[in-house]
């Protein structure tokens, strides 16, 4: 029953977890505040946060699994993609804890990790699944035959879904981080109160500039009409954002299920916490006969979990990684 320690650390969260034989023990996550008065997450503040951090995340996550560095089986941590600076603090600590306890180091993919945070509760997906990953960096829809072997088979060719979300509530006027507060007047508004295009984007692949472009003219163009518009309609305005990046996000998810035949389907990434694409995935789920899973909250956003479950299947193939192995803020599958 191996025991591994996972570090996460590709952008503004902290975060270590303690897996035990598949079993997720501790998930302990320090997000940065520092940001918030930014508008977004600033990559020389985040990495300094996590050089803070760091240490008593870890060390928090050990005691509450009630397990000692010498039970630990190897070590695993966050390799690609996201900040460059993050990513360092978390790899190097990586490295350091294996090297002192001369352990196995397992480098993990970021966006796969996600995809496995699938995995963590029951009920599970069987195999093969249909994965949306959905986050401020990335939209993918991902094919995965296992725990190990992936494929993306569509994704953003320019902005992802979670940008869109963001962007839109920074010309809202909401604080950072916006999207989750679309979401949150989106529940009070009437979704088809405005309009906004759909781009037509062939294969299974997304694209969210055009509809970001779409949602600054809409507001410049109300707002010189009636100064208070935003004021006065923002539950309308946000509901209609929303469904209408939803509504993107599962015509997509749904012509992948159709032309792959797999309705076994999944949600991951920080936007799979979004409600309306929640429910939008179950009722499309019972429309066309899926069987529909995302992840608990806590493993939604970034988080140690789902870095630990992935390096629990990659430490059962002996996929490990050598000491001089470095991150890299993009990588592909």
Same mark, same amino acid.
């Given at each position: 029953?191996?025991?591994?320690?996972?570090?996460?650390?590709?952008?503004?969260?902290?975060?270590?977890?303690?897996?035990?034989?598949?079993?997720?023990?501790?998930?302990?996550?320090?997000?940065?505040?520092?940001?918030?008065?930014?508008?977004?997450?600033?990559?020389?503040?985040?990495?300094?946060?996590?050089?803070?951090?760091?240490?008593?995340?870890?060390?928090?996550?050990?005691?509450?699994?009630?397990?000692?560095?010498?039970?630990?089986?190897?070590?695993?941590?966050?390799?690609?993609?996201?900040?460059?600076?993050?990513?360092?603090?978390?790899?190097?600590?990586?490295?350091?804890?294996?090297?002192?306890?001369?352990?196995?180091?397992?480098?993990?993919?970021?966006?796969?990790?996600?995809?496995?945070?699938?995995?963590?509760?029951?009920?599970?997906?069987?195999?093969?699944?249909?994965?949306?990953?959905?986050?401020?960096?990335?939209?993918?829809?991902?094919?995965?035959?296992?725990? &190990?072997?992936?494929?993306?088979?569509?994704?953003?060719? =320019?902005? $992802? *879904?979670?940008? !869109?979300?963001?962007?839109?509530? /920074?010309?809202?006027?909401?604080?950072?981080?916006?999207?989750?507060?679309?979401?949150?007047?989106?529940?009070?508004?009437?979704?088809?109160?405005?309009?906004?295009?759909?781009?037509?984007?062939?294969?299974?692949?997304?694209?969210?500039?055009?509809?970001?472009?779409?949602?600054?003219?809409?507001?410049?163009?109300?707002?010189?009409?009636?100064?208070?518009?935003?004021?006065?309609?923002?539950?309308?305005?946000?509901?209609?954002?929303?469904?209408?990046?939803?509504?993107?996000?599962?015509?997509?998810?749904?012509?992948?299920?159709?032309?792959?035949?797999?309705?076994?389907?999944?949600?991951?990434?920080?936007?799979?916490?979004?409600?309306?694409?929640?429910?939008?995935?179950?009722?499309?789920?019972?429309?066309?006969?899926?069987? &529909?899973?995302?992840?608990?909250?806590?493993?939604?956003? =970034?988080? $140690? *979990?789902?870095? !630990?479950?992935?390096?629990?299947? /990659?430490?059962?193939?002996?996929?490990?990684?050598?000491?001089?192995?470095?991150?890299?803020?993009?990588?592909?599958?």
């Amino acid at each position: 029953m191996p025991v591994l320690l996972a570090i996460e650390s590709s952008c503004d969260e902290t975060a270590a977890a303690i897996c035990k034989d598949g079993q997720v023990l501790s998930n302990i996550v320090a997000t940065q505040k520092v940001h918030e008065q930014y508008g977004g997450v600033v990559p020389e503040l985040a990495s300094r946060a996590h050089m803070q951090h760091i240490v008593p995340v870890v060390d928090q996550a050990i005691q509450q699994a009630g397990v000692s560095l010498e039970e630990l089986d190897a070590i695993a941590f966050t390799q690609a993609p996201g900040l460059i600076g993050a990513l360092l603090v978390g790899a190097q600590f990586a490295r350091s804890i294996a090297l002192a306890l001369n352990k196995p180091l397992i480098s993990v993919h970021h966006m796969q990790a996600h995809v496995v945070a699938n995995l963590i509760d029951d009920p599970k997906p069987c195999f093969p699944f249909l994965c949306l990953t959905v986050s401020g960096g990335h939209t993918q829809l991902v094919l995965a035959e296992s725990p &190990t072997n992936m494929k993306v088979i569509g994704e953003t060719i =320019d902005d $992802a *879904a979670g940008e !869109a979300f963001d962007k839109s509530a /920074k010309l809202l006027g909401l604080p950072y981080p916006g999207g989750p507060l679309i979401d949150v007047y989106a529940k009070k508004g009437n979704p088809k109160a405005f309009r906004f295009p759909e781009p037509q984007i062939p294969d299974l692949n997304f694209s969210f500039s055009g509809l970001k472009t779409a949602i600054l003219y809409f507001i410049q163009e109300h707002q010189q009409e009636n100064p208070s518009f935003i004021q006065d309609r923002l539950p309308d305005i946000c509901a209609s954002i929303q469904d209408r990046i939803v509504s993107i996000l599962l015509n997509k998810l749904k012509k992948a299920a159709l032309e792959t035949g797999i309705r076994e389907i999944c949600l991951a990434g920080g936007v799979s916490a979004n409600s309306g694409l929640r429910n939008g995935l179950e009722q499309m789920g019972k429309k066309y006969g899926w069987k &529909t899973y995302y992840p608990a909250l806590p493993y939604c956003t =970034d988080n $140690a *979990a789902m870095i !630990a479950l992935a390096a629990y299947y /990659k430490f059962l193939e002996k996929d490990f990684a050598d000491l001089s192995v470095t991150p890299t803020a993009r990588a592909g599958w």
